[in-house]
Nanobody, 114 residues
């Protein structure tokens, strides 16, 4: 019933930027919490950022000052602007939305190299 489609991942040099997008569709409104997790091989899943329709935002300490989460409520789309990327940011990034349950995007790979 609910689908999330991610895009924007890719290969970027250290210090570069990427913008991830996640479009949600189905039986959802504009007040649902949305956000991004990431997971790198051998590392624990990490909540990167989350946002409500009212604009309340939380970031992981590791990305504060470099990443910006935003949403377009009319489009039910959440974005993650990633600046000053580091090799440590390399991971699979998954967006999510909480409705009756949590739905996940398919993941988009971000690889940061020197």
């Amino acid at each position: 019933q609910v689908q999330l489609v991610e895009s924007g991942g890719g290969l970027v040099q250290a210090g570069g930027s990427l913008t991830l997008s996640c479009a949600a569709s189905g039986s959802i409104g504009s007040i649902n919490p949305m956000g991004w997790y990431r997971q790198a091989p051998g590392k624990q899943r990490e909540l990167v950022a989350q946002i409500t329709s009212g604009g309340y935002i939380n970031y992981a300490d590791s990305v504060k000052g470099r990443f910006t989460i935003s949403r377009d409520n009319a489009k039910n789309t959440v974005y993650l602007q990633m600046n000053s990327l580091k090799p440590e940011d390399t991971a699979a990034y998954y967006c999510y939305i909480v409705v009756l349950q949590t739905y996940w995007g398919q993941g988009t790979q971000v690889t940061v190299s020197s």
